[in-house]
C-alpha cells in the first residue's frame, strides 16, 4: 500500500500501527490470563484484542481502494476490502507504515511484492 498517496497517510500509518500493537497485545495477554490461572477477569484484554481487531477492519474497509492488484491466483478475485485487510491483519504493512510516520519514506509496502 501506498500511505505517502493516501490523504491523512501518516495518521492513518499510526493508526494502524497502534491497532496492530493493541491486537498483539490483548492476545499476549489474554494467554497470560489463561497460562497463569489467573482469577482476573479478561474482560479489559478482550477489549484490547477487538478494539484493534475492529480499527483493522475499518481501515481496510476505508482504504479498499489503495489496495494493490493480487498476482496470486488464488487471490486474484478478491476485492480491495479483502486484500487490504489480509494484508493489514497479517502484519505485511508495518513495514512501510514505520517508515511513513518516522518520516523514511514516501510509500512502501505492496509496491515491492504481493
Not at 489474554?30 to 480499527?55: E, K, R
Not at 479483502?82 to 497479517?90: D, I, K, S, V
Amino acid at each position: 500500500m501506498n500511505w505517502g498517496g493516501v490523504r491523512k497517510g501518516r495518521l492513518l500509518a499510526g493508526l494502524y500501527l497502534a491497532a496492530f500493537a493493541a491486537t498483539g497485545a490483548g492476545i499476549v495477554w489474554i494467554l497470560i490470563l489463561q497460562l497463569t490461572g489467573s482469577d482476573t477477569t479478561v474482560v479489559p484484554a478482550a477489549i484490547l484484542f477487538v478494539a484493534g481487531g475492529l480499527t483493522i477492519g475499518a481501515l481496510a474497509l476505508g482504504l479498499r481502494n489503495q489496495a494493490p492488484e493480487s498476482e496470486s491466483r488464488l487471490t486474484k478475485d478478491a476485492t480491495g476490502y479483502q486484500r487490504n485487510y489480509n494484508r493489514l491483519a497479517l502484519g505485511l504493512e508495518l513495514p512501510g507504515a514505520w517508515r511513513i510516520v518516522t518520516g523514511r519514506g514516501a510509500g512502501a509496502g505492496a509496491e515491492r511484492a504481493n
